[in-house]
């Protein structure tokens, strides 16, 4: 059983930056792959990125390549997901999940219990 929990999470303005990490509880963190999730008020849970086990390839959804990085740290038993240029759509509460890679939740065995952006104009 793997335990996620999130931080970083907060209130920051429109164009600023925020890094949000996911910290394991096992040492097999460095077995999983790893992605981040998000929920805004009203609609579903939708991918954001991924990671693979070993780091060696990164996934986005569409709506924040290029400005969010998804990056990892096996040593640490933590994921980071480094968002910049923050928009008011990306106001949400993220979830960080542990699995076997893929876009789709059902592809996540573990979740942590959420950490809230929400982005001011």
């Known amino acids: 059983q793997v335990q996620l929990v999130e931080s970083g999470g907060g209130l920051v303005q429109a164009g600023d930056s925020l890094r949000l990490s996911c910290a394991a509880s096992?040492?097999?963190?460095?077995?999983?792959?790893m992605g981040w999730f998000r929920q805004a008020p009203g609609k579903e849970r939708e991918f954001v990125a991924a990671?693979?086990?070993?780091?060696?390839?990164?996934y986005y959804a569409d709506s924040v390549k290029g400005r969010f990085t998804i990056s990892r740290d096996n040593a640490k038993n933590t994921v980071y997901l480094q968002m910049n240029s923050l928009k008011r759509e990306d106001a949400a509460v993220y979830y960080c999940?542990?699995?076997?890679?893929?876009?789709?939740?059902?592809?996540?065995?573990?979740w942590g219990q959420g950490t809230q952006v929400t982005v001011s104009s």
């Open positions: 990671i693979r086990w070993s780091g060696s390839s990164t």
């Open positions: 999940a542990a699995g076997r890679h893929g876009r789709r939740s059902y592809q996540y065995d573990y």
């Open positions: 096992e040492r097999t963190f460095s077995t999983y792959d």
